[in-house]
């Protein structure tokens, strides 16, 4: 198959959206298929193509979305060459443009609904918040319904959805590279990394304000003992401000940033870890939940949408109220690892790994290929 991805996001930013990407097109590209990612590049100028790992890209020019620094609105002028389906991974500009390639082309398209729009107007913009995520939703809604079929991560995203479209829609999770991200021995994994604590906490990921990284800042206190260490791996909008509010605890020298982390050094934070911690309540799929299940490692997250379909209390990880400070300091007080809990976290891995996942999504395209004649 002629597979093309249109993306609002790509390499070199780091997303999740971006991680799905690469890892859908390299497992695609290895099982015989021609993949094509169309993507905003960083500036104006020409539609610039170049390769990545198998596939073919082409950057359209882009100019930037001020509400929204890291988000780019695309000027699709690029000339699509003919595909065999179409798979959006956005509803904006590329998304678009996507739709529209693949009724011109009467082609199947597919979108994978990989963020909850509505939700990011609360930090994008200050004003009219409540207006505008209703026009986003309805927005959303309107779009999503012209499609083929829906992908989403979780079942439970899925359910989100309007009945009318979750009659279309499969899930198919974003899986984890198993033979990337294993445990490492975990004293090892610390001296490599700097890393001298009794019990390590973790946090991994884009620092924006969805992820609400600050409620583990507001908690931390309450959780670290003696010699505990509250990592915090990322960079992103939101970086200064919680660097600000981690100076302002009594446990500020237990609380350290790390800055962004390159890729091969993701496995050896997650074994250096006692607990991953998230708090974050707009996940649709969470990967570094799984990724930190694929090392062993238990994962403490709020219990909203994706993550307790992914984190189970007591077998892989705990989960407390979403935005409870209280509850997240109650449950990470608790908490003490174990080989159960890890045995637990490896077991999800294999569940959601990237082999049985992109087999899923084959399925689906052969599927809409099928039902198009």
């Not at 989403?152 to 499969?170: G, M, V, W």
């Amino acid at each position: 198959m002629r597979i093309g991805f249109f993306t609002e996001t790509f390499l070199p930013q780091t997303n999740g959206v971006v991680s799905a990407v690469c890892a859908f097109g390299e497992d695609l590209v290895a099982r015989g298929h021609e993949v094509l990612v169309f993507a905003p590049r960083e500036k104006l100028g020409t539609t610039r193509r170049w390769t990545h790992n198998g596939m073919k890209v082409f950057s359209v020019p882009s100019v930037s979305f001020k509400p929204y620094p890291e988000y780019r609105v695309a000027i699709p002028l690029a000339r699509v060459p003919q595909l065999d389906i179409v798979h959006t991974h956005g509803p904006f500009s590329m998304g678009l443009f996507g739709l529209h390639e693949a009724h011109k082309q009467h082609i199947p398209a597919v979108s994978t609904f990989h963020t909850i729009i509505s939700e990011f107007v609360n930090y994008a913009l200050p004003v009219g918040k409540r207006l505008l995520k209703q026009v986003a939703e309805k927005y959303c809604w309107l779009h999503y319904s012209r499609y083929d079929a829906l992908i989403t991560p979780t079942n439970a995203i899925r359910e989100e959805l309007p009945r009318r479209l979750q009659r279309r829609t499969f899930v198919v999770p974003n899986g984890v590279d198993l033979d990337f991200f294993h445990p490492h021995n975990k004293p090892a994994a610390r001296n490599a990394l700097g890393i001298r604590a009794k019990r390590v906490f973790l946090h991994l990921g884009r620092l924006s304000p969805e992820k609400n990284a600050g409620l583990l800042i507001s908690a931390a206190g309450e959780f670290l003992n003696d010699g505990d260490l509250l990592v915090i791996v990322g960079k992103g909008p939101s970086m200064s401000m919680l660097q600000q509010a981690a100076k302002k605890t009594p446990c500020h020298g237990q609380i350290m940033f790390a800055g962004f982390a390159e890729q091969e050094k993701l496995p050896l934070y997650y074994s250096a870890a006692d607990a991953l911690v998230t708090a974050s309540t707009a996940e649709t799929n969470c990967l570094v939940a799984v990724e930190s299940m694929a090392c062993g490692t238990p994962v403490i997250a709020a219990n909203c949408r994706a993550l307790p379909e992914i984190v189970h209390d007591g077998r892989n990880g705990f989960l407390f109220e979403p935005g409870d400070a209280r509850d997240l300091a109650r449950v990470a007080s608790k908490f003490r690892p174990g080989s159960r809990l890890s045995a637990g976290c490896l077991k999800t891995a294999k569940e959601n790994s990237r082999e049985k996942s992109v087999r899923k999504l084959e399925k689906v395209y052969e599927q809409l290929l099928a039902e198009k004649g």
